[in-house]
């Protein structure tokens, strides 16, 4: 295989992992399992990196835009950091708000029902999970006002973040006051 070649497929790998990574422990991660996957994960990002800048600076002659490019725009993307977590919380909030909300209108409907475990469980198969584990967590208070959590992180230990939904806007903010973001009328996220 030529050099150019050789370049070529690894600055290729290197960008697909930087621009999967973010969604991919996003969705499919939480908690202690998202450190035992993103250790190797960035371990491997970042020795394809370094074999690609040594090939880059070794192998002038076979070097490309794509593959310089390539290389600072895998690096720029797929370092981790919490400021990419929270734009994919916000991304993932407007593109699936329709989802969300008719998921609530069929709970309060009761066209959604729980399991016989008290749980309501999803059944809708989608490519990236709607809450983790593909169940939501409601509950009632005695005036018939429900309250729908979308867990997006159930954590490991001290974390937990979740999309909620509540018809009581004062209940939530006086039992999360430092932990809620306001993101629509009765939609908010809980980060503690």
């Given at each position: 295989m030529t050099t150019r070649k050789a370049k070529t497929i690894l600055t290729t790998i290197i960008l697909l992992m930087a621009v999967i990574e973010t969604p991919l422990f996003?969705?499919?991660?939480?908690?202690?399992?998202?450190?035992?996957?993103?250790?190797?994960?960035?371990?491997?990002?970042?020795?394809?990196?370094?074999?690609?800048?040594?090939?880059?600076?070794?192998?002038k002659t076979t070097t490309t835009a794509y593959h310089i490019c390539g290389l600072i725009i895998g690096i720029i993307v797929g370092s981790p950091s919490a400021f990419k977590e929270k734009k994919m919380e916000y991304l993932d909030w407007k593109l699936?708000?329709?989802?969300?909300q008719q998921i609530v209108n069929d709970i309060k409907s009761g066209r959604l029902k729980p399991n016989e475990n008290g749980k309501y469980i999803l059944t809708e198969k989608h490519l990236l999970p709607i809450s983790n584990n593909s169940e939501v967590t409601v509950s009632r208070d005695k005036d018939g006002f429900v309250e729908v959590e979308f867990i997006?992180?159930?954590?490991?230990?001290?974390?937990?973040?979740?999309?909620?939904?509540?018809?009581?806007?004062?209940?939530?903010?006086?039992?999360?006051?430092?932990?809620?973001?306001?993101?629509?009328?009765?939609?908010?996220?809980?980060?503690?």
């Open positions: 996003y969705y499919y991660t939480y908690g202690l399992f998202t450190i035992i996957l993103l250790i190797p994960y960035s371990l491997i990002g970042f020795v394809l990196s370094v074999i690609l800048l040594i090939s880059v600076i070794k192998y699936r708000l329709n989802e969300r997006t992180d159930a954590g490991f230990i001290d974390h937990y973040s979740a999309l909620v939904y509540t018809d009581r806007k004062q209940k939530i903010k006086s039992a999360f006051s430092n932990v809620v973001t306001d993101m629509d009328e009765n939609w908010y996220t809980i980060h503690y």
